[in-house]
């Protein structure tokens, strides 16, 4: 089978084809980063004029590379939520009228389901069960995943979300946006132990995570350091590697008392955070077998809704009715396949 | 969508069975076009279907039947759109549509007031926006109208501008 998946629901936007012998056979990506860089954030009206602007192109585009025509596709996923609901809009009604067009089965996907499921799309893939950490812009979760459709949350952040921390530190260091690649570039060249901050939470049992704190930290810090109201040059290398530790520290007891708790073995980092390489570095040292998605696939995109939407289309499932866009979604409602 | 498949199944049509889709593209609510122009994108994307862009206030114009309609339509943020068609066997565009503030909606000489917008320039004798969606002579319209590829079919806006503080704008945290 032959699957499209289109994901729209924030400043990305993905289009991949996933066979279900073959594998990945298209992904295209266009990202907004040029779009929202003069705001400092994604702005969701910007967002959704250039998600309807790109998708045709994009949808043309992955369907070229996968060698295959429109009349070739089986069936359409496409991220139905949590996002933006103007951007997830933009993508659910191309996605249904193509899907309409061809009399072939829609479906919509929950986006955090394609990241938990991403890690399936690398050579070394995990087998169920496995313990994951999702850490994006917009979301921090600890997940036991059992199967496809089998999720149990077991802790989150209770403030901002950690790539989104990693976005207002570097912000604040005045690092272009989107500003948590940047900030950890910048992070390389710092003594993390220059500043001390206080790992959040870690004290607490429960697998909960906060980042409003070290954020507050963070700007205590900058505060201090900022020579007309600029952070520069070592100080702000310091600060930002002192930054990225801590939070590299933190998920790490984090990750550990998870994989406690659940008595599993195999921990997958998933999200646009899972492309931190300190991260990775520090989380290998677990007592654990550690997975994470191919780069490309960390941060938003198609191939991840494309290939969680075959697991279900190749079980059966389609939309029912035209569904609306669930800007708020927990994951532990989606069905089992 | 719903409405668009029940539409065609009482006719025993699939959307695969039409021939062409003309699209309402704007200027309007930017959330309803995206809908309307991101379905018939994907429609058109499937290859069955021909895909043409409709200026949406002019349908309006044609749906309130012959006559000479200056139509305003509520931007919101203190703005209208704002544009005038001639109706009669066929469409002919006076003034096309365009962002006006509302203060600046004046009573034109001839002709009679359309829509929404006029009332918040204090003018309340507007006919009303025609309900349903039976509509005169807008095949001839259609027809005249050139199709377009599905990348190229897109909303039509008017404002480019949002309501947003950009980064040089928005007051550092390290300063004062």
């Known amino acids: ?337 | 969508m719903p409405a668009v498949t029940d539409l065609l199944r009482a006719q025993g049509m699939a959307i695969g069975d039409v021939d062409c889709l003309a699209v309402g593209v704007g200027p309007g609510s930017f959330t309803g076009i995206r809908v309307a122009v991101g379905t018939a994108q994907g429609i058109g994307l499937a290859g069955r279907t021909q895909l043409k862009a409709l200026d949406s206030m002019a349908l309006i114009a044609m749906q309130a039947g012959p006559g000479l309609w200056h139509l305003a339509l509520d931007a919101r943020l203190g703005e209208a759109y704002r544009a005038t068609y001639h109706v009669d066997d066929e469409l002919r565009v006076v003034s096309a549509p365009e962002l006006v503030k509302v203060g600046d909606l004046d009573r034109p000489t001839q002709g009679a007031l359309l829509g929404d917008g006029w009332a918040l320039n204090q003018l309340d004798d507007a006919a009303p926006l025609p309900e349903g969606a039976a509509c005169e002579h807008w095949t001839a319209y259609a027809d005249a109208r050139p199709v377009v590829a599905p990348e190229a079919l897109l909303p039509v806006y008017l404002r480019d501008t949002v309501n947003w503080k950009k980064r040089v704008d928005q007051p550092s945290p390290l300063r004062g």
């Open chain 1, 1 to 337: 089978m032959n699957i499209l998946g289109i994901e729209t629901s924030c400043d990305e936007t993905g289009v991949a084809v996933y066979h279900t012998d073959q594998g990945l056979l298209s992904h295209q990506l266009y990202t907004q980063a040029a779009t929202h860089a003069e705001y400092g954030g994604v702005v969701p009206e910007l967002a959704s004029r250039d998600h309807v602007r790109k998708l045709p192109w994009l949808i043309k585009d992955a369907l070229k590379e996968a060698g295959i025509e429109a009349g070739d596709l089986d069936g359409v996923a496409y991220t139905r939520g949590p996002g933006l609901v103007g951007a997830l809009l933009v993508g659910i009604s191309t996605a249904r009228g193509l899907a309409a067009g061809l009399g072939i089965p829609a479906l919509g996907v929950h986006h955090l389901e394609g990241h938990l499921l991403a890690p399936m799309l690398a050579d070394n893939a995990p087998e169920f069960p496995f313990v994951a950490l999702l850490v994006s812009g917009g979301h921090s979760q600890f997940i036991e995943v059992l199967g496809v459709g089998r999720y149990r949350l077991l802790g989150g952040t209770i403030d901002d979300a950690t790539g989104e921390a990693f976005d207002k530190v570097a912000k604040l260091l005045d690092l272009p946006y989107p500003g948590g690649p940047h900030l950890a570039k910048l992070a390389q060249q710092g003594d993390p132990r220059r500043f001390k901050m206080t790992r959040p939470m870690v004290d607490r049992p429960g697998l909960d995570l906060s980042f409003s704190g070290l954020k507050t930290q963070a700007l205590v810090q900058a505060k201090k350091l900022a020579v007309q109201g600029h952070v520069r040059g070592q100080d702000a290398a310091d600060l930002a590697a002192a930054f990225e530790y801590t939070v590299a520290e933190t998920l790490f007891v984090k990750c550990r008392r998870a994989l406690e708790e659940t008595g599993l073995k195999r921990l997958v980092l998933a999200g646009g955070v899972a492309a931190n390489l300190r991260l990775r570095e520090r989380l290998s040292q677990l007592d654990a077998e550690l997975f994470y998605p191919p780069l490309a696939y960390c941060t938003d995109n198609g191939a991840m809704i494309a290939y969680a939407g075959a697991q279900r289309i190749q079980a059966g499932q389609s939309d029912a009715a035209y569904p609306e866009p669930r800007p708020r979604w927990p994951l532990e409602e989606l069905s089992h396949v």
